[in-house]
């Protein structure tokens, strides 16, 4: 558990392992993990279920067909990279597959920790203009944190946020402050990044975790919606590039943020809460007010729906497929190339993963691909209800969201963040089980909070292209 955790960290803090040499030592770390776990629960528990995993047989699957277009294209050794990660998606499940429930509710812990230190990284580099975790584009700063990639930070955090959400939903009464203040940052982060696929993956990702949790609950998320709403309030004065930034501002904006955050239903606090979300609201007006040309300027650079490259990347993207329609061209990454007023463009990657797989693997790896989803999206289904660590519902919103932004930008082809939604959809599909049978769920989150012991409890508990 430990060392998979290290891979998740230091996959993000090593530009998400985009670059070989981090690429390789993460797919080592999580190697590593595999190696150190398989003795912990007894092989027939979990290789079985590892085999017939969905995610695993898809991941295999798409590696078997790059190997073959890359092959049919006289590129084979090109398809090693993506076979390489392709495998160590599948190791990662089997990492949490053979993990006892208390280390698999630990690792779910250690992901949302993760993901608060990246997130504000991200704000804090906003702020303090530190580049490259901040970058600068069309004119405003944008938090690209240890990632150096602003879309890429906004589809790390996504997971880790619904996660979050979805504990706040789901509290029978007062929901612990920590899952509020950690959505908090969380949010904080993703609107930091000024990721417009990112914020429209989460905001799918609400949806459907809402409508399978039931929109009523939605309303228990509003203080750390609020507060998030009113930190990136307060932040959006710094955000410019032709301003200076305002620091005292930012941080106000950041702790009447957390304060509303902190805001729990019940009659002893009732008044509290209302005094820090009537301040946090009357700071969120003063911001906009006294720099209205901040919030004019935001809209019309990040609001808009037009992106011209994407459209000519796409376009080109399916030009390639036209022409290598069964198997693609194979791994090697086919530059994409246009011409607009006799200029030619061209470009690496077509910023919509499904494109991009259809060129490179044609439509046999697309359709794997798709079967392989609703195998993954049937299994999650069949698990609702279940006892993972990681509830299926949750999962379900998570993976919808990482799909949607997909379809903006090349996040596969980050590592860090196809091992994480492997990560994120074993422990959704996992059951909470011990060495010698099922383990009561409550005791397995008393162990992961350090109040029993493992024995009280129970039981010893893409890049398609590199």
């Given at each position: 558990?430990?060392?998979l955790?290290c891979a998740?960290?230091y996959?993000?803090?090593a530009?998400?392992?985009f670059?070989?040499?981090?690429f390789h ?10 190696v150190?776990?398989?003795?912990l ?11 017939r ?5 898809m991941?295999?699957s ?16 090109d398809a ?12 990662a499940?089997?990492?949490v597959?053979?993990l006892?429930?208390?280390?698999r509710?630990l ?15 991200g704000w804090?580099?906003?702020?303090a ?11 405003l700063?944008r938090?690209?944190?240890?990632l ?5 930070l ?6 880790p ?16 402050v ?7 940052v ?5 609107g930091?990044?000024?990721s417009?696929g990112?914020?429209?993956g989460l905001?799918?990702?609400i ?8 929109p009523?609950?939605?309303?228990r998320?509003g203080?750390?919606?609020?507060g998030?709403?009113?930190?990136l309030?307060g932040?959006?004065?710094?955000v410019p ?12 904006g950041l ?5 509303a ?10 008044v509290a ?5 009537g301040?946090?609201?009357?700071g969120v007006?003063?911001?906009v007010?006294?720099?209205g ?15 011209s ?14 022409h290598h329609l069964?198997?693609?061209t194979?791994a ?10 006799g200029?030619?463009y ?6 919509n993963?499904f ?8 439509v046999?790896g697309l ?7 609703v ?11 279940g006892?993972?660590a ?16 997909s379809c903006l930008d ?7 963040i196809?091992v994480l939604m ?5 422990l ?24 029993v012991s493992p024995?009280?409890?129970g039981g010893g508990?893409?890049t398609?292209?590199?």
């Amino acid at each position: 558990m430990a060392l998979l955790l290290c891979a998740l960290s230091y996959g993000a803090d090593a530009q998400g392992a985009f670059y070989p040499g981090p690429f390789h030592v993460l797919v080592i770390l999580v190697g590593a993990a595999l190696v150190t776990t398989v003795g912990l629960r007894p092989l027939s528990s979990w290789a079985g279920p590892v085999a017939r995993d969905p995610l695993v047989l898809m991941a295999l699957s798409l590696a078997l067909v790059t190997v073959v277009s890359s092959a049919v294209a006289g590129q084979a050794t090109d398809a090693v990279g993506t076979v390489t990660l392709l495998v160590t998606l599948a190791a990662a499940v089997a990492v949490v597959r053979a993990l006892p429930a208390g280390p698999r509710a630990l690792l779910v812990g250690g992901i949302v920790v993760i993901g608060v230190v990246v997130a504000a990284v991200g704000w804090l580099a906003v702020v303090a203009r530190w580049q490259p975790d901040a970058l600068t584009s069309q004119g405003l700063w944008r938090a690209a944190s240890t990632l150096t990639y602003e879309n890429a930070l906004a589809a790390f955090l996504t997971a880790p946020a619904l996660l979050c959400l979805d504990r706040v939903m789901t509290a029978k009464d007062r929901f612990p402050v920590v899952w509020s203040e950690a959505t908090y940052v969380l949010l904080v982060g993703i609107g930091a990044s000024l990721s417009r696929g990112g914020v429209l993956g989460l905001v799918f990702g609400i949806v459907v975790l809402a409508a399978l949790r039931g929109p009523r609950r939605l309303a228990r998320t509003g203080p750390p919606v609020v507060g998030a709403a009113v930190a990136l309030a307060g932040l959006a004065p710094s955000v410019p590039v032709d301003t200076t930034t305002h620091v005292a501002l930012a941080v106000a904006g950041l702790v009447l943020g957390a304060g509303a955050a902190a805001w729990r239903r019940g009659s002893s606090v009732l008044v509290a809460g209302a005094v820090v979300v009537g301040v946090g609201v009357l700071g969120v007006v003063i911001a906009v007010v006294s720099t209205g040309h901040v919030a004019s300027e935001i809209a019309d650079a990040r609001l808009s729906a037009a992106s011209s490259d994407r459209a000519h990347e796409w376009t080109a993207a399916l030009d390639v497929a036209r022409h290598h329609l069964l198997l693609g061209t194979g791994a090697a990454r086919v530059p994409l190339v246009w011409e607009v007023g006799g200029k030619i463009y061209t470009a690496t990657f077509a910023h919509n993963e499904f494109l991009q797989l259809l060129a490179q693997d044609g439509v046999v790896g697309l359709g794997v691909l798709l079967v392989g989803l609703v195998a993954v999206f049937v299994s999650l289904w069949r698990r609702r209800g279940g006892d993972g660590a990681w509830s299926a519902d949750c999962a379900v919103a998570c993976l919808v969201a990482l799909l949607v932004q997909s379809c903006l930008d090349f996040l596969w082809h980050i590592p860090v963040i196809p091992v994480l939604m492997a990560v994120v959809l074993a422990l959704s599909t996992t059951p909470v089980v011990g060495v010698d049978g099922p383990v009561d769920a409550g005791a397995a989150s008393r162990y992961a909070a350090n109040e029993v012991s493992p024995e009280a409890g129970g039981g010893g508990d893409g890049t398609f292209s590199h």
